[in-house]
C-alpha cells in the first residue's frame, strides 16, 4: 500500500511542476500585458507634454549633450563601484561589469515601468546579485545602502543646483527625504549591535515576517529565523569609517 501510495505520489510530481509552470507563465504574460498598457496609457495621457518636449531638442547643443553623457556615464560607474566596496565590505564580490550592467538595466526598468517601475527595478537588482552568488543579507544590505548613498549624493546635488539658481527652497523635500533615510539606517544599525536594541528589532522583525508569511506565504524559513540571520549578518558588516567617506565622495 505505501508502495502504491508513494508510486503515485512520483506520478503526480511533474504535474504539479508544470501546473505551477503553467501559473508562472499566465502570470508573466498577464504582467506584461498590464505594463504595456500602463506604459500606452501613460505615453497618450502626456502627449502634449512630450510633443512640447521634443520642441527643445532643437536647442541642444552637441557639446552640452555630450558634457552629460559624459556625466551619466561617470555616475553610473561610481554607482557601481559604491557597490562593489559594499559588497567588499559584507564579504561578497562582483565585477565591475556585473553590476554596471545590472544598474543600467535596473534604471531602465525604473524609468520604463510607470508607477511600480522603481519596485521592479530594486527587485531585478536583488536578483541579480542572487545569481551572481551574494547571500540574500548581504544583497539586502547592499542595495539598501547604496540607495541611501546615492540618495544623499543627489540630495547635495539638488542643494548645489537650488543654490546656483538662486531657490535653496526647492531642494527642501529631496534633504529632508535624504534625511530621514539615512536616519533611519543608522538607527537600524546602531540598534542591531546593542543587545537590547536587537532584541527590539528581532521583535519587530518577527512579527512583520509572521504576518507576511500569513498573507503572502512568505518566507517559507523560519522567520525568527530568518530575522536573526539577517542581523547576524548586518552586524558582519565591517563598514570603517574610510569606506564611508569614500561612498560619499
Known amino acids: ?68 553623457a559624459v556625466a551619466q ?3 553610473m560607474t561610481a554607482f557601481a563601484l559604491l557597490q562593489k566596496r559594499l559588497l567588499r565590505a559584507v564579504g561578497a564580490r562582483l565585477t565591475v561589469s556585473w553590476l554596471l ?23 531585478y537588482a536583488y536578483k541579480q546579485f542572487r545569481r551572481g552568488g551574494v547571500d ?15 540618495t544623499v549624493a543627489f540630495a547635495m546635488v539638488i542643494v548645489i543646483a537650488a543654490v546656483a539658481s538662486g531657490n535653496p527652497v526647492a531642494a527642501l523635500g529631496t534633504v529632508l527625504g535624504a534625511v530621514v533615510a539615512a536616519t533611519v539606517v ?4 546602531i540598534s542591531a549591535r546593542l543587545p537590547q536594541g536587537r532584541a527590539r528589532l528581532e521583535r519587530l522583525a518577527t512579527w512583520v515576517m509572521r504576518l507576511s508569511r500569513k498573507t503572502v506565504h512568505r518566507p517559507k524559513a523560519d522567520p525568527h529565523e530568518v530575522v536573526r540571520g539577517a542581523l ?11 569606506t564611508v567617506v569614500w561612498s560619499l565622495t
Request: no cysteine.
Open 73 to 75: 556615464t561617470v555616475s
Open 136 to 150: 540574500p543579507a548581504a544583497a539586502t544590505i547592499t542595495l539598501t545602502l547604496a540607495g541611501i548613498v546615492s
Open 1 to 68: 500500500m505505501r508502495i502504491n501510495d508513494h508510486d503515485d505520489l512520483t506520478d503526480d510530481a511533474p504535474t504539479v511542476v508544470l501546473e505551477r509552470q503553467r501559473r508562472r507563465v499566465s502570470a508573466t504574460t498577464v504582467a506584461v500585458i498590464a505594463i504595456t498598457l500602463g506604459a500606452g496609457w501613460a505615453i497618450y495621457a502626456e502627449r502634449m507634454t512630450i510633443r512640447s518636449g521634443f520642441g527643445f531638442l532643437d536647442h541642444l547643443t552637441s557639446i552640452w549633450v555630450g558634457a552629460a
Open 101 to 123: 550592467s545590472s544598474a543600467y538595466l535596473a534604471n531602465a526598468i525604473a524609468f520604463a515601468v510607470p508607477v511600480a517601475g522603481s519596485g521592479m527595478a530594486t527587485r
Open 186 to 189: 543608522v538607527f537600524v544599525g
Open 232 to 242: 547576524d549578518r548586518v552586524n558582519a558588516v565591517n563598514l570603517t569609517p574610510s
